[in-house]
């Protein structure tokens, strides 16, 4: 499996911006499909958004689509997650996830996981 670390997270006031960066280790990188999760005060652990192995594929949430972006260095074995325009609502812990495979967006699919990084938007 691969090691994931995520940093970047903190406080933000709404209609900021914040750039999450999850560092990989362990094994190659660029043969992994990687995610963005995170889950919310009392809510379950949702898809956020997901990028295939060289960049060219990119899913999204509904929710945060035109306002987060993926995007991924394998030279630097990290994945990013821009959030733009953040509002209260994207309030949560925010997960790095990759798996080996094809294209997924269920928390399931996934085996390797990072500790999380808190993202607060708050006025």
């Known amino acids: 499996q691969v090691q994931l670390v995520e940093s970047g997270g903190g406080l933000v006031q709404p209609g900021g911006s914040l750039r999450l960066s999850c560092v990989a280790s362990?094994?190659?990188?660029?043969?992994?499909?990687m995610a963005w999760f995170r889950q919310g005060p009392g809510k379950e652990r949702e898809f956020v958004a997901a990028i295939s192995q060289g960049g060219g594929q990119r899913l999204y949430a509904r929710s945060v689509q035109g306002r987060l972006t993926i995007s991924r260095d394998n030279a630097k074995n990290t994945v990013y997650l821009q959030m733009n325009s953040l509002k209260p609502e994207d309030t949560a812990v925010y997960y790095c996830a990759a798996r080996e495979y094809g294209v997924a967006s269920s928390a399931a699919d996934f085996g390797s996981w990072g500790q999380g990084t808190q993202v607060t938007v708050s006025s």
């Open positions: 362990g094994r190659v990188f660029a043969t992994y499909f």
